[in-house]
Every structure is written in structure tokens, then in C-alpha cells.
T-cell receptor
């Protein structure tokens, strides 16, 4: 099955700086890569996703890049704000279903 | 449009007791999923249903059963709860998650 590894496990950044989280996956058939944000005690919420036919996707301060040859993808958050503090999860699946294999998560803390 | 609705929000069971976690979605999605979330391990897929009438095992199915009652509803049953099943359980419909059920087994 798919194995997704996520790094780092914790990340502390100064408000206004950028944060980068990296994930690798093992199954070359995976072609859908979502990112979720989970605040304490809440459900995971989809913040951005990318499919294998594109290399980069951006939504305001959030961007995701995908390198299918190397089997890794990354989340970039620019101009971080205190409300960006949360646990972020990467995941991977095949396009025709949403059987997601998750990374272990990154706890992001934005220092004011 | 409520999205994905799970009940109950919290539950405490004694070892050996049984219970069913309920999940319903109103987005007309074909696929539904049950995950468990444990500290430091992300979310792991327990069972999924690609369409009404079909169910399949995920990564950690042992100790669980599921029923896809109709297109809207997908339930997860613990027949004989064990302390190792203490976890937060999330139901999902496509990429959308419910609010979770926090289960403690003593």
C-alpha cells in the first residue's frame, strides 16, 4: 500500500515568515495529493489539493508543488499569521477514489 | 446542507461492550470512509464504501464492521470494544470530514 512520510513533525515560525512542509510517497500510481489543516479538537479541513497533471497550484498565501519523478510534494505558506497555527496533514490517493493515506502531521506554531 | 454528520460526539465504553458510530452525508457522494486518528500517527483508513451496497477493508479493519445502509449513511460497529480502540473516529465523504467521535474504552 501507499506510504506517506511528512517532515518536519513540528515547525515554529515568526509571524510574517514562510513555512514549508514536505511529504514523500511510495506508490507511483498515486495521483491526487490533498493538504488538510486541523485545529485543536476540530475536524481536518481541506485547504488545497493538487493532481498529477499539474506541478504547482496556488491559492492566496498557500501553494503546493508536486514532483512526480521524485515522488514528493510540498506545502508553502507565505506571510504566516497566528491563525495559521494548526496541525497540517498531507495525503495521497488514486484519482478515482479518496482512499487517503496520510502523513503523520506537522504542528505549525506561528509566533507573534 | 449539513455536509457530513457524525454521532455521537463522545462515548465511553467498558472493555467488551459494543456500539455503533453513525455517519450521514447530504452531498450525494458515492464514496464514504471511516478513519481513526491516534496521536503522532495521522489518520488511518479503517473501512470504506465506494458505492451503496459495497464495502472494503482499509489499513486497520480488525475489530470493526461497517454497513452502507443507503447512499447517505455509513455506520461503523465495534462488536467487542478493546482499550486499543480508544481513538478519535472520523467519517468522510469524498474529501469532506465529519466532526469526529472521541471514543474511550476502559
Amino acid at each position: 500500500g501507499e506510504n506517506v512520510e511528512q517532515h518536519p513533525s513540528t515547525l515554529s515560525v515568526q509571524e510574517g515568515d514562510s513555512a514549508v512542509i514536505k511529504c514523500t510517497y511510495s506508490d507511483s500510481a498515486s495521483n491526487y495529493f490533498p493538504w488538510y489543516k486541523q485545529e485543536l479538537g476540530k475536524r481536518p479541513q481541506l485547504i488545497i489539493d493538487i493532481r498529477s497533471n499539474v506541478g504547482e497550484k496556488k491559492d492566496q498565501r498557500i501553494a503546493v508543488t508536486l514532483n512526480k519523478t521524485a515522488k514528493h510534494f510540498s506545502l508553502h505558506i507565505t506571510e504566516t499569521q497566528p491563525e495559521d497555527s494548526a496541525v497540517y496533514f498531507c495525503a495521497a490517493s488514486h484519482r478515482d477514489d479518496y482512499k487517503l493515506s496520510f502523513g503523520a502531521g506537522t504542528t505549525v506554531t506561528v509566533r507573534a | 446542507n449539513a455536509g457530513v454528520t457524525q454521532t455521537p460526539k463522545f462515548q465511553v465504553l467498558k472493555t467488551g461492550q459494543s456500539m455503533t458510530l453513525q455517519c450521514a452525508q447530504d452531498m450525494n457522494h458515492n464514496s464514504m470512509y471511516w478513519y481513526r486518528q491516534d496521536p503522532g500517527m495521522g489518520l488511518r483508513l479503517i473501512y470504506y464504501s465506494a458505492s451503496e451496497g459495497t464495502t472494503d477493508k482499509g489499513e486497520v479493519p480488525n475489530g470493526y464492521n461497517v454497513s452502507r445502509l443507503n447512499k447517505r449513511e455509513f455506520s461503523l460497529r465495534l462488536e467487542s470494544a478493546a482499550p486499543s480502540q480508544t481513538s478519535v473516529y472520523f467519517c468522510a465523504s469524498n474529501q469532506d470530514f465529519g466532526n469526529g467521535t472521541r471514543l474511550t474504552v476502559t
